[in-house]
């Protein structure tokens, strides 16, 4: 391996101090900032991402309200809570576990929700706010790919970044934040996908190359422009393993690689608790 590494955890470490100390002002205020679940089911990873999210909000100082409704719960009863927990003045942020049984729509269920309460920055609103600029809650894969550029020092200001992958969590809002007009944004962005047959040619030039796909081991070395910029974000789970885009080997050609593990999922965990104390502030301000 040749590459440097670009590990998630610092990156998440220092969003989450600040969060801590967001979460302080807002007690000394008298104000105990809630980040309300559901889980539909009994999947055991929906279940476990659930409990890591709880226990970690719990240690930042959050209250987790939590719904767990049975798998085969209508969709009206799972509109019925999410209205619930929007009319709820202690509560702030809200997520539902994703994915949900089949016979539901996630996409009805995420317009239902207060988008100033959507922690995971993916409803249509937030999608809109967006791509026109306006703040509000991000979503937290993309903001966490641009935190964790950024700690690390590595511009995207006027450089390519080509992006395999326009998916509506990862691909798609992260072209339109790393376009912005900011400086830790402000790139030249090329989005790929299936329509375009001949891709590597285009990731072959990129200075950085952010993997969105969830094909195992699509991203192979001689894809990579010498020592280009690797950020591995598209995962496959099969049961407890977890399949990267991005080949290791393409750490022999990288000039920065973030690792197999611990790469961009801290980042994402740390976004989700930053857009939870914003929605906080937002309500109580
Ligand atoms: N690390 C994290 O914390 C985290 C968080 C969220 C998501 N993710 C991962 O990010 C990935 C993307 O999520 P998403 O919801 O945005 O995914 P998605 O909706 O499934 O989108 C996948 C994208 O990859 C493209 N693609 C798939 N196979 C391809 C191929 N053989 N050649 C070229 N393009 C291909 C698809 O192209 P078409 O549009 O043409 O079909 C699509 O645009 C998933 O693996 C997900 O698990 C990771």
């Known amino acids: 391996m040749s590459a440097r590494l670009l590990p998630g955890k610092p990156v998440a470490d220092a969003v989450l101090e600040d969060v801590t100390?967001?979460?302080?002002?807002?007690?000394?205020?008298?104000?105990?900032?809630?980040?309300?679940?559901?889980l539909v089911g009994d999947d055991d990873a929906s279940a476990g991402y659930i409990r890591i999210k709880q226990k970690q909000a719990g240690e930042l100082g959050f209250v987790s309200p939590h719904a767990h409704l049975p798998g085969d719960v209508t969709q009206a009863e799972l509109e019925r809570v999410i209205r619930g927990f929007?009319?709820?003045?202690?509560?702030?942020?809200?997520?539902?576990?994703y994915p949900i049984p089949g016979h539901l729509d996630y996409d009805r269920a995420l317009q239902v929700m207060d988008p100033d309460m959507d922690v995971d920055g993916l409803h249509p609103l937030n999608m809109g706010r967006l791509a026109l600029g306006l703040p509000g809650p991000l979503p937290c894969t993309p903001a966490g790919i641009e935190a964790l550029l950024a700690h690390y020092d590595i511009p995207v200001a006027g450089r390519e970044?080509?992006?395999?992958?326009?998916?509506?969590?990862?691909?798609?809002?992260?072209?339109?934040?790393?376009?912005?007009?900011?400086?830790?944004?402000?790139?030249?962005?090329?989005?790929?996908?299936?329509?375009?047959?001949?891709?590597?040619?285009?990731?072959?030039?990129?200075?950085?190359?952010?993997?969105?796909?969830?094909?195992?081991?699509i991203i192979q070395p001689e894809h990579v422009k010498p020592g280009a910029v690797v950020v591995g974000g598209g995962v496959r789970y099969e049961g407890r393993r977890i399949l990267p885009d991005v080949d290791e080997s393409c750490a022999e050609v990288a000039g920065a690689i973030t690792p197999r593990v611990g790469g961009v999922g801290p980042t994402t965990v740390a976004m989700l608790f930053r857009n939870a104390v914003a929605a906080a502030e937002r309500a109580t301000a």
């Not at 100390?21 to 559901?38: D, Q, Y």
């Not at 929007?86 to 576990?97: A, E, I, W």
């Not at 798609?172 to 090329?190: D, E, F, G, S, Y």
């Open 161 to 217: 970044v080509v992006i395999l992958g326009r998916g509506a969590t990862l691909g798609r809002p992260l072209a339109m934040l790393l376009a912005q007009k900011r400086p830790t944004a402000n790139a030249a962005v090329t989005v790929v996908h299936t329509g375009v047959a001949d891709w590597p040619r285009y990731t072959q030039r990129a200075d950085v190359l952010i993997a969105a796909a969830g094909v195992p081991g």
């Open 86 to 97: 929007n009319d709820d003045k202690d509560v702030h942020g809200l997520l539902v576990q």
């Open 21 to 38: 100390a967001r979460v302080a002002a807002l007690k000394a205020k008298g104000v105990t900032p809630a980040l309300a679940t559901i």
